[in-house]
């Protein structure tokens, strides 16, 4: 059994440890990174790249068949969920095969193994294809685990009947009849996927309402959307078992304090994802756990044990992929000696519901938390001539301003290509731009991003297509 020094060693890489890693090699540090599974993570593997294909697929399939109005004519589509899913492995093939290549090619070692922690600063690492265990001592070590669906009682995931977000994936062939257990984000994401293909879907959601956390108006365009397409959405409902009854799945619910059932052909659980933490030795390092599983750091990542740091879905929400790469470079600049500390102003949420939604910093009421008069500018996209021309008008652009100032303090959007849209809002907001700012900016005609200039200026007052809330003072 060989013993190992490096600088540091990240274990996981995914969006949050493979970016540090490579970081790392760029400023000359002396990094290893060890992963036991294939490179990219969830989000690359199982997340955020492959649900984002088949959404895309799906969209594609619901807009040819509604062509008919732009005068466009052709027989009906078909769905070959085979190659379908053949398709989307092949762009995750891609994207995952580069990682090793990008982090090898940064100058940082990427190892095959599985890590086993023996103390704060020393871990095994076990590989799979019979080679002798290794250890590495390392000066800084990288918590880079990542998340796992949540499972819930009476719901085992079979991966047949009952599945998570990871085995709904893959499914080979579109089901009939779906019961998503979790109105929040990857339950809709992925319900309204398979919806768009024929499947009747019935959400359940144990909170008062669905996307908990979002611009509740923006949530509302999307329910409004399932419903039109024929799904129902239940709220306040807790699923509480399901069993199998004449070669169906019936869910059984308490909905409002009454006992329903539902037959379907496919459960679907997405309550949320768990941080791992365990399996691995981590109560070995000394490091501090929370109530829910997640590690606690501070502005440069850092633990409670010096040297030791988390990125990502394991240290805490937003579990979102692109906050775990910005936390995996901030860090690799700290490793590296810089004055540098994780200091941003928003992190985006994007949900790739039908229609989109993004947002950017405060809601109007978390802005009046904090005790601030706000303005709300508002611009939908019926009245938008891009919006027209390409047959996506539901939805709008909203900006929420500080009354004292009219600076951004957030900016909300349902509606096409929110996921892009919003990167002009968090860019705003990072350098504390004002209403102004964005309504003052040119932008191109005819876009969508005019919404965004519209709804600035309709914060101000002084919008030009759609009725103004205030007039300016002059």
Request: net charge neutral.
């Amino acid at each position: 059994m060989a013993t190992i020094k490096k600088k540091a060693l990240i274990i996981g890489a995914g969006t949050g440890g493979y970016p540090c890693a490579i970081r790392l090699g760029q400023l000359g540090v002396d990094a290893m990174l060890v992963e036991k599974d294939k490179p990219g993570g969830v989000c690359l593997n199982v997340g955020c790249i492959p649900s984002k294909a088949l959404i895309s697929a799906t969209k594609l399939f619901h807009k040819a068949q509604h062509a008919t109005e732009m005068g466009l004519s052709f027989s009906s589509p078909t769905v070959d969920m085979v190659k379908m899913q053949a398709w989307k492995a092949g762009i995750v093939k891609k994207l995952t095969g580069g990682v090793g290549s990008l982090v090898k090619g940064a100058g940082t070692q990427y190892v095959t193994a599985t890590a086993e922690f023996l103390g704060p600063k020393q871990v095994r690492l076990r590989y799979a294809d019979g080679k002798p265990d290794d250890i590495v001592e390392a000066e800084h070590v990288v918590l880079a685990t990542g998340s796992l669906p949540i499972e819930i009682p009476g719901f085992k995931v079979d991966n047949k009947r009952v599945l998570d977000s990871t085995s709904a994936l893959d499914l080979a062939s579109v089901p009939k009849r779906m019961v998503c257990i979790g109105g929040g984000i990857i339950g809709l994401e992925l319900g309204q996927t398979f919806q768009r293909l024929g499947t009747q879907l019935v959400v359940l959601e144990g909170l008062g309402r669905i996307l908990n956390g979002v611009d509740l108006e923006c949530a509302d365009v999307v329910a409004r959307q399932i419903k039109k397409d024929g799904g129902q959405i239940f709220t306040n409902a807790k699923a509480v078992g399901w069993e199998e009854r004449n070669g169906e799945a019936v869910v059984k619910a308490e909905i409002d304090g009454k006992l329903q059932e539902f037959v379907t052909d496919v459960i679907l659980v997405a309550v949320g994802r768990r941080p791992v933490t365990k399996g691995f030795g981590l109560e070995k390092t000394g490091v501090k756990v929370n109530e829910r599983g997640f590690v606690p750091v501070d502005q440069r990542q850092q633990t409670n044990v010096p040297g030791f740091y988390a990125v990502g879905d394991v240290c805490g929400q937003p579990m979102l992929a692109h906050k775990a790469s910005h936390e995996g470079e901030v860090l690799a600049e700290v490793i590296a000696g810089k004055k540098t500390i994780n200091d941003a102003r928003q992190i985006p949420n994007v949900v790739f519901t039908e229609p989109e939604i993004a947002s950017s910093g405060l809601t109007k009421e978390e802005a009046e938390a904090q005790g601030r008069t706000v303005n709300v500018g508002k611009f939908p996209f019926s009245v938008l001539g891009r919006a027209m021309a390409i047959g996506e008008t539901a939805g709008f652009v909203k900006v929420i301003t500080d009354a004292a100032d009219d600076r951004i303090l957030g900016v909300h959007i349902v509606g096409p290509e929110a996921s892009d849209l919003i990167s002009e809002a968090g860019l705003a907001i990072e350098m504390g731009a004002f209403a102004e700012d964005v309504s003052l900016t040119v932008h191109p005609h005819p876009t969508l991003s005019e919404a965004l200039m519209e709804a600035a200026k309709h914060a101000l007052g002084e919008a030009i297509h759609i009725a103004n809330p205030r007039k300016k003072a002059h």
